[in-house]
């Protein structure tokens, strides 16, 4: 008598478990389609290449003001000027304007450690002096361009000149 009951219980017990499979197989799918949308809504990547700030574009624009300038080995022309506000940099034809993150580090010569852009963003990092003449007016650095995806776009070693 036990068995009758059981059996008609049966249809109902396999359409739920069905019930289950479909629920995991969709939300599979729908982690597969997300996943999917997010590597499609990223942009290529771009190299970015920083062009020199030359010595008529720190004169028009003011930037002879003091503070910090990167410049690539054997370089005369910085591809990066800071101060303890802001920074600038030559990207194609646009001298791009970054905001200096306070509450990132300060370095010798009142520079920061971080700037921030629209589209992009810059790490300046004090490297260590081999030959042990380093001081606040001149160090070795590495500066490290960011896209807007925080992947790493440029990146140089050379050297900061401050002045005040």
């Keep these: 008598m036990m068995e009758k009951p059981f059996l008609a219980l049966a249809p109902f017990l396999l359409i739920s478990a069905c019930g289950r499979e479909d629920t995991r197989s969709k939300a599979a799918e729908d982690a597969h389609d997300i996943a999917m949308v997010e590597r499609m809504s990223k942009e290529p990547f771009k190299p970015i290449l920083p062009r020199p700030i030359g010595k008529v574009d720190i004169a028009r624009y003011g930037l002879d003001k003091p503070g910090c300038s990167f410049r690539k080995p054997g370089s005369e ?9 802001e920074g600038f940099m030559r990207i194609g034809g646009d001298l791009k304007r970054y905001a200096a993150k306070t509450e990132s580090a300060q370095l010798p010569g009142n520079a920061r450690s971080t700037y921030v852009g629209l589209a992009s963003w810059v790490d300046l990092v004090s490297l260590p002096d081999d030959k042990g003449g380093s001081d606040t007016a001149h160090w070795p650095a590495k500066l490290i361009l960011h896209d807007a995806q925080d992947r790493v776009a440029f990146m140089s070693e050379g050297q900061v000149q401050c002045r005040s």
Excluded: T
């Design 77 to 85: 022309d910085p591809i990066f000027i800071a101060n303890a506000e």
